[in-house]
């Protein structure tokens, strides 16, 4: 009706003009930061001109096995049901995935998941066994994180940051707990169901998206709960979700001694938590800048000073976020080359993209609309997850 677009049309308006305002006050915030920083800045760089070269080598090792045990846990999930997942694609699509998640602002974190969502069920990977292994991943990724959290809590010794380590983790394990019981619980999967579903019909009262039938929830997250990994699976995910966490500190770690300072060993954890979590928030792509200013300010506190802090902070994050964001743009145009057609499902495995377009039809009248919902956990830690 034409009330109703013109009414769409200034909403749509009006949230394209606020995420432009926050835009530039993010922009300007971190102008301000710069202008009131130079002298410190410019310390730092003067120090990334003298960097020790075997602790900043040490440092892309440890990057390495944090990316390789990110890689081996999804693929590992991926395999659930004997889908076929080969190392090299999973990296090559993860860290692509990535690559959309650090760059594109507001909404990377989302296209990012339908990136990664949508190439591995090009490489023949069942939709309910991707969805699954997307979602547990994140779960995994979160609870790893957690305990990290509250190690460095135990670590740190004092009572604020004991505190404060241990609110983290509540923060990061109530939802992955709350989406276990939905996917191991009827009862819980129905009261998921209906909160997705009722989420989904104001998105699609007020934007007209998504365009699929919000009922069609609840079949594909029984679909997705029938997926079973024995425990001992499950607990070398876990303990792979947990390396790519402490790699990643390794990796923080030898940054600070590449620039020729000292490693605050009791806080470090909690140090790396706190940038962790705060780049988790997804309120910059990658967390960009605002993990900077935590990490440089932690390790300020922990005892470094600003400048010292400052470099390390920007040597560890050239490893952390600039090689992995160019590494993974570099992948994309070779996914692109490599572009297989998609492997027809099985018709009890078919997922919210396998319907052709008469079912579509068929389900809400319009050609081409997608009929259910594409099981993901996108704004989880995890993908960018991570610092990155």
Not at 143 to 154: Q, T
Not at 258 to 282: E, F, I, R
């Amino acid at each position: 009706m034409p009330g109703s677009d013109g009414d769409h049309a200034r909403k749509v308006r009006a949230h394209r003009a606020r995420r432009i305002v926050l835009t530039f006050v993010v922009a300007a915030v971190l102008i301000v930061i710069v202008i009131l920083s130079r002298h410190t800045l410019a310390e730092s760089l003067q120090t990334l001109g003298h960097l020790n070269w075997t602790w900043f080598l040490l440092a892309l090792v440890f990057e390495a096995v944090s990316l390789a045990a990110f890689g081996l846990s999804r693929r590992r999930l991926l395999r659930a049901e004997g889908d076929q997942a080969r190392f090299g694609s999973v990296m090559a699509i993860t860290y692509a995935g990535n690559a959309l998640s650090m760059s594109v602002p507001f909404a990377g974190t989302q296209l990012a998941v339908v990136y990664t969502y949508r190439h591995f069920r090009r490489h023949g990977v069942g939709p309910a066994v991707t969805g699954w292994a997307l979602a547990v991943s994140a779960i995994l990724s979160t609870s790893a994180l957690a305990l990290v959290l509250v190690i460095g809590a135990v670590a740190g010794g004092a009572a604020t940051a004991t505190a404060a380590g241990f609110a983290g983790a509540a923060v990061f394990t109530v939802p992955a707990l709350a989406v276990l019981l939905a996917l191991r619980y009827q009862r819980a999967r129905s009261a998921l169901h209906q909160v997705i579903a009722r989420l989904v019909r104001v998105s699609q009262r007020r934007f007209r998206w998504p365009r699929f039938d919000a009922d069609g929830v609840e079949e594909f997250l029984d679909r997705v709960a029938s997926i079973k990994l024995p425990w001992p699976r499950y607990a070398e995910v876990f303990s792979l979700a947990v390396l790519n966490w402490l790699a990643d500190c390794g990796c923080l770690a030898c940054a600070i001694l590449a620039t020729g300072n000292p490693v605050p060993w009791h806080s470090l954890l909690l140090v790396y938590g706190a940038g962790a979590a705060v780049g988790s928030t997804g309120v910059t792509p990658g967390g960009f800048a605002v993990v900077e200013v935590t990490l440089t300010a932690t390790l300020t506190a922990a005892g470094l000073g600003a400048a010292s802090a400052l470099a390390a902070v920007l040597t560890y994050r050239l490893i952390n976020f600039w090689l992995i964001l160019v590494g993974g743009w570099v992948t994309i145009p070779v996914l692109a080359h490599r572009h297989r057609p998609q492997v027809p499902a099985p018709a009890g495995d078919r997922g919210p993209d396998d319907r052709g377009a008469g079912d579509r039809q068929a389900s809400d009248g319009e050609p081409g609309a997608p009929a259910r919902h594409e099981r993901m956990d996108a704004g989880a830690p995890g993908e960018h997850t991570r610092l990155d």
